[in-house]
């Protein structure tokens, strides 16, 4: 066996116990003339992944800094299919339009030319079953187009803005969907949410909460591809939109959506007044 000469020797030794000195200078002992191992240069190469890897990790996605006119308010109006959504969307912008405010009322999926496509294709029930990661993917990229062209330059110049729906009703409908393929994970729920609203919350957000089977009442008998999704689904997304507005109960609070239209709209105005008045 070949002994090998004391100044390789130590080479070597110096290079295995300072990898990550020799991949930052990419030289060995200032250029001393040493034969390197397949090891030695593996462990190189993956003190070099280690630290470039190190150097680039960032956010997934770096939003550009909000610029909300000091004035802007966002508020969302959320519940099950039937709930009245549309119709106290509609009355609550027109109630601040009354009082001088510009008010852009919109709507997920939609809103943008992309959303709405995106939306007629959701609703389709000729598209049958689709995978929930497939919905989930479906349902941010509308909002991330939402939130880039409409809702943020809106708030940028000081409007109020009203949205039917935000990243709630995803967790609360691709969450509690059983279709084909693995149910969408809370995490992936959660992560996509951020990504496709970059950072973009209402002030306030409205649960319009009746029991399912109310709700469903009045969707009537032509029914989209997830109106006909069934009672027990219906009921889960009812249960999942409760716990998602229990969680911070200050920014979302939760109304009752039944009785008159007249007397829903006032326990709407009620929930928002202190950020308007």
Not at 126 to 155: C, H, K, N, T, W
Not at 180 to 191: K, M, N, P, Q, W
Not at 255 to 270: F, H, K, L, Q, T
């Amino acid at each position: 066996m070949r002994c090998a000469p004391p100044g390789e020797r130590s080479a070597k030794g110096a290079a295995r116990g300072a990898t990550a000195s020799f991949v930052r200078s990419n030289t060995l002992l200032s250029g001393a003339r040493v034969r390197e191992s397949p090891t030695l240069r593996l462990c190189a190469l993956i003190s070099r992944a280690r630290e470039d890897r190190a150097a680039v990790v960032r956010p997934a996605y770096a939003a550009p800094p909000m610029s909300d006119a000091p004035n802007s308010l966002f508020f969302v109006l959320d519940g099950l299919d039937g709930c009245g959504k549309t119709t106290q969307a509609g009355l609550l912008a027109e109630r601040l339009r009354g009082l001088g405010r510009t008010v852009l009322h919109t709507r997920e999926p939609g809103g943008s030319a992309l959303g709405e496509r995106v939306r007629a294709l959701l609703l389709d029930p000729s598209l049958g079953d689709v995978a929930p990661m497939a919905e989930v993917f479906l349902y941010q990229a509308s909002r991330a187009q939402l939130v880039e062209a409409v809702i943020r330059p809106a708030l940028a110049v000081g409007q109020v803005v009203v949205c039917e729906r935000w990243h709630y009703a995803t967790t609360a409908y691709q969450g509690a969907y059983e279709g084909i393929g693995t149910r969408a994970s809370a995490h992936a729920l959660r992560t996509s949410s951020e990504l496709a609203t970059q950072g973009v919350e209402p002030q306030r957000a409205l649960l319009l909460d009746m029991p399912p089977s109310a709700s469903d009442a009045r969707v009537g008998t032509e029914r989209d591809r997830l109106e006909s999704r069934g009672a027990t689904y219906r009921d889960r997304v009812g249960a999942r939109f409760r716990e998602i507005f229990a969680e911070a109960p200050e920014q979302r609070r939760v109304i009752s959506a039944e009785g008159s239209i007249e007397a829903v709209a006032e326990r709407v105005w009620e929930a928002v007044r202190d950020l308007v008045e």
